[in-house]
Nanobody
């Protein structure tokens, strides 16, 4: 099992930036992906970005492409999400996931290990 701890969530104005971090402890499987999902009140959890174990491949949701950047530091076991040009519709609880699929951003309950989430609120 993997334990994940997210941090970096905050309240910002539209157009601002935030950088989320996720510290991982435990077994990260090779050929798996880590990533970020988000869940707004009353909405289903949706994928934001995924990155392969070697950092060589990424996948982004269309809604964040060009604004968000996912990266990882395997030496420190930390996953990042740099979020720029934030919009009110980015407001959500952001969750880190490990040992997830690499070819889809759809949420599959029961797959992967999940953190507790960090809240991002963007005001207009």
């Amino acid at each position: 099992a993997v334990k994940l701890m997210e941090s970096g969530g905050d309240s910002v104005q539209a157009g601002g930036s935030l950088k989320l971090s996720c510290t991982a402890a435990g077994d990260i499987y090779s050929n798996s992906c880590m990533g970020w999902f988000r869940e707004a009140p009353g909405m289903e959890r949706e994928g934001v970005a995924l990155i392969k174990d070697d950092g060589g491949r990424t996948l982004y949701a269309e809604s964040v492409e060009g604004r968000f950047t996912i990266s990882r530091d395997n030496a420190k076991n930390i996953l990042y999400l740099q979020m720029n040009a934030l919009k009110p519709e980015d407001t959500a609880m952001y969750y880190c996931v490990a040992n997830y699929f690499c070819d889809r951003l759809t949420y599959s309950k029961g797959v992967g290990s999940w953190g507790q989430g960090t809240q991002v609120t963007v005001s207009s």
